[in-house]
T-cell receptor, first 115, second 116 residues
Framework: GAGVSQSPSNKVTEKGKDVELRCDPI?????LYWYRQSLGQGLEFLIY????????KSGLPSDRFSAERTGGSVSTLTIQRTQQEDSAVYLC?????????????FGEGSWLTVV | AQKVTQAQTEISVVEKEDVTLDCVYE???????LFWYKQPPSGELVFLIR??????QNEISGRYSWNFQKSTSSFNFTITASQVVDSAVYFC?????????????FGQGTRLTINP
């Protein structure tokens, strides 16, 4: 696609439920990233994929968070047993490759509210 | 560890004024990349510029200009003749050349309001 596409745009869920957030990167981009933006923490790196593998998962805040990428394209971020502190904007991004000079392009984010 | 500081939390100016957003970074690497992103109310982070650590030339793009100074570890962003559409949160970010992951480390952002 022309840009990074994320769904849903907004999600309100009850505490304890599982949620899945989807990201469709820019066509041809092999690297895909998830970031989280919250009021208290700013923009935080969660995980990145090069192809279908995730060399760096160091930013995932707990084992309730997981992500996968299939076919070198679409990625899903799953949060199990959601907590109120998980409320944030989850931003997906992609780049041509994982080289640190590549420009990373972001989607509009998925706004998650846990009530 | 790398760090990016945007000391100005909020700036408010009147339209047509010039405004400079400050960014100071810390890194131990000799090769690194600096970025500016704009985040309008829609939420999407819009890429503005990328600069590598070996290129200290200032850059101008229309009303936008960037001043990179390695001596002071700063990468400041100036908007000339500001317009209401420039209102947004602006983020400065640093990416280091390390084996494995590419991570952007972001500053806390500066909320810029341009008043008509």
């Amino acid at each position: 696609g022309a840009g990074v596409s994320q769904s849903p745009s907004n999600k309100v869920t009850e505490k304890g439920k599982d949620v899945e957030l989807r990201c469709d990167p820019i066509s041809g981009h092999t690297a895909l990233y998830w970031y989280r933006q919250s009021l208290g923490q700013g923009l935080e790196f969660l995980i990145y994929f090069q192809g279908n593998s995730a060399p760096d998962k160091s930013g995932l805040p707990s084992d309730r968070f997981s992500a996968e990428r299939t076919g070198g394209s679409v990625s899903t971020l799953t949060i199990q047993r959601t907590q109120q502190e998980d409320s944030a904007v989850y931003l997906c991004a992609s780049s041509l490759g994982a080289f640190s000079g590549n420009t990373i392009y972001f989607g509009e984010g998925s706004w998650l509210t846990v009530v | 560890a790398q760090k990016v500081t945007q000391a100005q939390t909020e700036i408010s100016v009147v339209e047509k004024e010039d405004v400079t957003l400050d960014c100071v970074y810390e890194t131990r690497d000799t090769t690194y990349y600096l970025f500016w992103y704009k985040q309008p109310p829609s939420g999407e982070l819009v890429f503005l510029i990328r600069r590598n650590s070996f290129d200290e030339q200032n850059e101008i793009s229309g009303r936008y200009s960037w001043n990179f100074q390695k001596s002071t570890s700063s990468f400041n962003f100036t908007i000339t003749a500001s317009q209401v559409v420039d209102s947004a949160v602006y983020f400065c970010a640093l990416s280091e050349r390390t084996a494995g992951a590419q991570k952007l480390v972001f500053g806390q952002g500066t909320r810029l309001t341009i008043n008509p």
